[in-house]
C-alpha cells in the first residue's frame, strides 16, 4: 500500500526555526484546504505538560498550528520522546536515566506513516542539526535515511549561516537524500538580510531556497 505524502523538516543547525518553518507550512497547507499530521517524535527542553510554558515549546508550536488542544494523549500524539534537559537527545535521555534506540524511533514514524490516509500529508521534524546525535549511536542523518523520505533543510541567516547550509546540503545529496528545497529562517540581529543568504546558498547550492522573515509565512514557492 502507498504511503503517504511525507516530508522530513532537517536543520542545518540548532536553535535556527526548524518549528516556526514546520508550524508555517502546517498553515500554509491546512489554509488550502489540505489535510497534514505534524509530528516531533523526538524533542529536548520540553517542560512538563502542565507548566504553563508548554505551549511555546516546539511540540506545543506544532499543536497550536493544528488546532489540536494541548492533552496527555495529543501530546503522545506529537511527541512521545521529550526530555526536560535542552541538550541533545542523547544526553538529556541518559539524564533522565533513560535511553532510545534508533530502531523504536524509525519504527514509530513508520507505523504513523503507514496509518495516515493517502490524502494527508505528514512532516516529521527533526532535532537539532543534521549531524546531532539522536541515540548513543545515530545522528539525524542517520534517522532521516532510516525513513527515507525527502528532505526540506532549514537554514537561518545569521553569520555563517551559509557554510553550514551548504555543509548540509552536500552531505544529503551524498548521502542520496532527496532535497526539495531550503528555507533561511531570518534570524535575530543578522548582520545581512535573508535574502543575500538566500542567494548564496541557491547559487552554490544549485537548490531551490525560499525565504521566511521574522514573524512570516512560508514561501509559496516552496509550498
Request: aromatic residues 4%; negative net charge; contains cysteine.
Amino acid at each position: 500500500m502507498p504511503l503517504p505524502p511525507a516530508l522530513f523538516i532537517a536543520g542545518a543547525g540548532t536553535e535556527i526555526g526548524k518549528t516556526y518553518v514546520t508550524a508555517a507550512l502546517v498553515r500554509h497547507l491546512r489554509a488550502e484546504g489540505r489535510r497534514v499530521r505534524a509530528l516531533k517524535p523526538l524533542a529536548s527542553g520540553v517542560p512538563p505538560l502542565d507548566d504553563p510554558t508548554f505551549a511555546e515549546s516546539d511540540t506545543g508550536r506544532l499543536l497550536a498550528a493544528q488546532d489540536l488542544a494541548i492533552t496527555p494523549d495529543s501530546v503522545a500524539a506529537c511527541s512521545p520522546w521529550r526530555f526536560t534537559a535542552p541538550l541533545a537527545p542523547d544526553l538529556a535521555a541518559a539524564r533522565e536515566g533513560r535511553s532510545l534506540a534508533l530502531s523504536d524511533l524509525v519504527g514509530w514514524c513508520g507505523a504513523r506513516l503507514a496509518e495516515a490516509d493517502r490524502d494527508e500529508t505528514v512532516l516529521i521534524e527533526g532535532v537539532g542539526g543534521l549531524m546531532s546525535p539522536v541515540t548513543g549511536g545515530a545522528t539525524g542523518l542517520d534517522w532521516l535515511k532510516a525513513l527515507g523520505l525527502p528532505a526540506l533543510l532549514v537554514s537561518g541567516s545569521y553569520l555563517g549561516a551559509i557554510s553550514h547550509a551548504l555543509t548540509a546540503v552536500e552531505t544529503l545529496q551524498a548521502h542520496g537524500v532527496a532535497l526539495v528545497g531550503v528555507v533561511v529562517s531570518e534570524s535575530e540581529g543578522a548582520p545581512t538580510p535573508p535574502e543575500t543568504v538566500a542567494d548564496a546558498i541557491a547559487r552554490h547550492g544549485g537548490v531551490t531556497v525560499g525565504i521566511v522573515p521574522r514573524g512570516g509565512g512560508f514561501p509559496n514557492d516552496l509550498a
